[in-house]
């Protein structure tokens, strides 16, 4: 019985020894293209980061709040160039209280105008 055992399993190994025959490689699939001569521009693209050569700071001289940023973003501009147009409510009311104080002032003025003359009368 072990007799028996021993060449089953030698005969096992035996039978997954045997060399099995080599398959072909399969052919690949390939795309051709003509090649043919022809100008090609070159062009060459870089990654940069530029800075200006002139830095410069925007104060308001005024305080009131932005209605509007007129410029563009990374635009030129000129000197002088309106960049942004604030409310003008308070400036609007701010000229009217003048306006009036002008106007009061002005009455009063006309007012000692007629008085003065009458006064300088009765002091001679």
Do not use: W
């Not at 932005?66 to 960049?83: F, H, P």
């Not at 609007?92 to 009458?118: M, Y």
């Amino acid at each position: 019985m072990r007799l028996i055992l021993i060449a089953l399993v030698a005969l096992a190994l035996v039978a997954g020894c045997k060399k099995e025959e080599a398959k072909p490689p399969a052919i690949p699939e390939v795309s051709v293209i003509k090649v043919a001569p022809r100008d090609t521009p070159v062009t060459l693209e870089y990654v940069g980061q530029t800075e200006s050569s002139h830095q410069v700071e925007i104060r308001a001289r005024v305080d009131g709040f932005l209605d509007k940023r007129v410029y563009t973003e990374g635009s030129l501009v000129k000197a002088g160039q309106i960049m942004f147009k604030q409310d003008p409510k308070p400036f609007q009311a701010t000229l009217d209280a003048n306006r009036e104080r002008l106007h009061s002032s002005r009455r009063g003025c006309r007012s000692l105008a007629t008085i003065l003359p009458a006064s300088s009368r009765s002091l001679n």
